[in-house]
């Protein structure tokens, strides 16, 4: 039971690092959106990794959801 309590805590830890990330990326796409058309061959590549943050946010999320309830 420890083991899965440490391993709650990590992911909780994790969760909040890439939260603060994404919010950055999203800003930061936010940005260069409102910069059109300068700048636009970054757009891609900045909306890409914003896309695969927030992909990533999603998958510890729901991992964190199953670990609390199989308590």
Do not use: C, F, W
Not at 7 to 14: A, N, P, T, V
Not at 27 to 55: F, I, N, S, W
């Amino acid at each position: 039971m420890q083991a899965e309590e440490t391993s709650i805590e990590e992911l909780q830890g994790q969760i909040r690092r890439l939260n603060s990330k994404a919010g950055q990326m999203k800003m930061d796409l936010h940005d260069l959106a409102e910069g059109l058309p300068t700048d636009y061959k970054q757009l891609m590549d900045v909306a890409a990794a914003t896309y695969e943050v927030y992909r990533k946010l999603d998958e510890l999320k729901q991992h964190l959801k199953q670990l609390e309830n199989a308590k």
